[in-house]
């Protein structure tokens, strides 16, 4: 059938028919294929069958320009959707007051977004109690503090009792910053639960989050 | 025209030869001989610039401009030592800024500032230099890779990659990897002439891949359709044309082409790189492009181009650590790569490592002024001038 199937693509495409070529692929999918599967067994061979029509001679240069077209034209239909889905976290994220670097933050963030996680993102120059007033306004579960200055990295403690105050010690403290990362006892002695060191470690520990469903918000 | 004296010339040499030492012996003849002009000193700045030797290249450099405020190649050599020496970012700024005030239209000029803004810590201006830059030449690829790396940090890698993907398109080394695994060499013979060569299948194959390699892109295509005539499942020729369709921005066609080597020739190397770049160049088809790069890293890891194309998917699907890694071993195999020290220099700013990605940048900047052999080309330049403004 998906040997069937391909043919009928392949032609679809071939007759600059985009959408008799997705009706092919919708035809394949009521048939069970699965959707991360679609482009390897379906689209991809009717390509090859499409490249092999233009070198026999079969499809001119024009023909093959607009057969290419239509097969752009439903790429969308045979690939996973590109924007992940929303896991359903939120963290609010600041830079520590009396600190005024952005980067790390914004990096982080950007990349927590782009996961599907929903990232409050406070700027910087942050007031303890503004983590405390947005964790209680979103839901919340947790906090990531950066913090580049010696001075601002100690000053992280008062984020953490802002937070025990407000009756929220259910939510995780994370820091980030070079101070965290030359000092290993410093994330403790300002009660972070834990440092993150870069975007990639921050994927990790909201991603673990979102699994286990502790961070929803 | 003055002719330049013996022990110059003799500099000019062992200068363009890389012996440092002995050029600047036959430099500081030319001095004692009486050679005293601008061009002397300028080229005494370079031989010692080349040898890291800083004060010595701004002192040289600085007579130079002293001597002739228009000595373009000193004002670079000037601008070099002190973003090389470091600590002197002020002073670098001044000049390549004087610089681009002197010879506007050189690029080099405002790529440099934008790099001394952005050592600095002015990012803003840093970017409008890059812009600058790019308007004066829009296939700048060094332009391209610092403005992306400054989409990273204020905006994240999502907003950067298309950047250094079409950094990558403009670097030289993507064409070079292609040729390369297709085992073809510029032998510094020009392509023949496509009416001139034989009627078979090799011959046409053979002529449209030096033609390529001169991106004499039609006339490629055209033999690679008489190869296909004959042959329509050769390999190698349906790559080619991917090859050639990819440089046209034909990204589907490509694909379809590659698709179609690879089904009937699994393990063809540049069917693969073909694939993969057109996967990569397709908003959608990062994850394909991470499958196919991966495979080609495995099967090419002695190319540290496969290592980078590698890299730069996984940078699409957020696997960093993984990329870092891949980065760092295209730049172990080839210090001088230029897109592998700007792509780990992103990396290394993701994971918060800003003063380990700064020396990443400026390794780049330090290898791609040298490949692009800028001060040659403006001193020559300068020299030619030299020699008419004496003749008026």
């Known amino acids: 059938m998906v040997h069937d199937a391909t043919e009928d693509l392949f032609r679809a495409l071939a007759k600059r028919d985009p959408a008799k070529a997705i009706d092919v692929v919708e035809r394949v999918r009521a048939g069970g294929m699965a959707q991360d599967r679609l482009f390897d067994q379906l689209f991809a061979p009717a390509m090859a069958v499409l490249g092999g029509a233009w070198a026999d001679g079969e499809l001119d240069e024009y023909s093959f320009t607009r057969a290419a077209a239509a097969a752009d034209q439903i790429t969308s239909f045979v690939t996973a959707p590109s924007a992940a889905r929303d896991t359903g976290v939120t963290v609010v994220a600041g830079t520590m007051e009396g600190d005024s670097d952005a980067v790390d933050k914004d990096v982080t963030a950007a990349a927590l977004t782009e996961a599907g996680h929903r990232v409050v993102d406070l700027g910087t120059g942050v007031r303890p109690a503004a983590f405390l007033e947005r964790v209680g306004e979103t839901g919340a579960r947790i906090v990531l503090v950066f913090a580049q200055t010696m001075a601002a990295a100690t000053a992280v403690v008062r984020v953490h009792e802002m937070l025990v105050a407000g009756g929220r010690d259910d939510v995780a403290l994370l820091v980030s910053g070079g101070p965290f990362r030359a000092d290993g006892r410093l994330a403790h002695a300002v009660g972070a639960a834990g440092v993150v060191n870069g975007a990639e470690e921050a994927l990790e520990i909201v991603g673990r989050a979102a699994r286990r469903g502790g961070g929803a918000g | ?392």
């Open chain 2, 1 to 392: 025209m003055i002719a330049p004296a013996p022990p110059l010339v003799r500099a000019e040499e062992l200068a363009r030869s890389g012996d440092v030492a002995r050029a600047v012996v036959a430099a500081h003849e030319a001095l004692a001989a009486g050679d005293t002009g601008p061009r002397t000193h300028a080229l005494l700045a370079e031989i010692f610039l080349a040898g890291d030797f800083f004060e010595p290249a701004i002192e040289s450099a600085t007579r130079a401009i002293e001597l002739d405020p228009d000595c373009v190649p000193a004002y670079l050599s000037l601008g070099l030592a002190y973003d090389r020496r470091g600590g002197m970012w002020d002073q670098s700024v001044l000049v390549w800024h004087e610089l681009a005030e002197v010879d506007p239209g050189l690029v080099v000029a405002h790529v440099q500032l934008g790099e001394a803004f952005f050592a600095s810590g002015f990012e803003t201006e840093a970017i409008e230099a890059w812009r600058q830059a790019l308007t004066i030449d829009p296939h700048n690829a060094r332009a391209m890779y610092n403005l992306a790396i400054a989409a990273l940090r204020r905006e994240g890698m999502a907003t950067a990659l298309p950047g250094f993907r079409k950094a990558g398109e403009l670097d030289p080394s993507q064409d070079g990897f292609f040729f390369r695994l297709a085992g073809v060499y510029d032998h510094g013979v020009p392509a023949p002439d496509p009416d001139t060569v034989e009627a078979d299948r090799v011959s046409r194959l053979e002529a449209a891949f030096a033609l390529a390699l001169e991106d004499d892109l039609f006339s490629a295509m055209d033999l690679v359709r008489l190869v296909l005539a004959e042959e329509s499942d050769e390999a190698d020729a349906l790559a080619l044309a991917g090859h050639l369709y990819l440089k046209q921005g034909a990204v589907l066609e490509a694909m379809a082409v590659a698709l179609r080597a690879l089904s009937v020739a699994p393990k063809t190397p540049i069917a693969v790189y073909v694939l993969g770049t057109a996967f990569a160049r397709h908003s959608t088809l990062n994850r394909n492009a991470a499958r196919v790069f991966g495979a080609l890293a495995s099967a090419v890891p002695d190319h540290p181009m496969s290592h980078v194309l590698n890299a730069e998917s996984l940078l699409g699907l957020q696997r960093y650590g993984d990329a870092r890694a891949a980065y760092e071993r295209a730049v172990a195999l080839d210090p001088t790569l230029v897109r592998a020290r700007f792509g780990l220099a992103a990396a290394l700013t993701i994971a918060g490592e800003h003063a380990l990605a700064r020396h990443e940048i400026r390794r780049a900047a330090y290898h791609d002024t040298r490949r692009a052999g800028e001060f040659w080309r403006l001193y020559d330049a300068y020299t030619a001038g030299e020699g008419g403004r004496n003749d008026s």
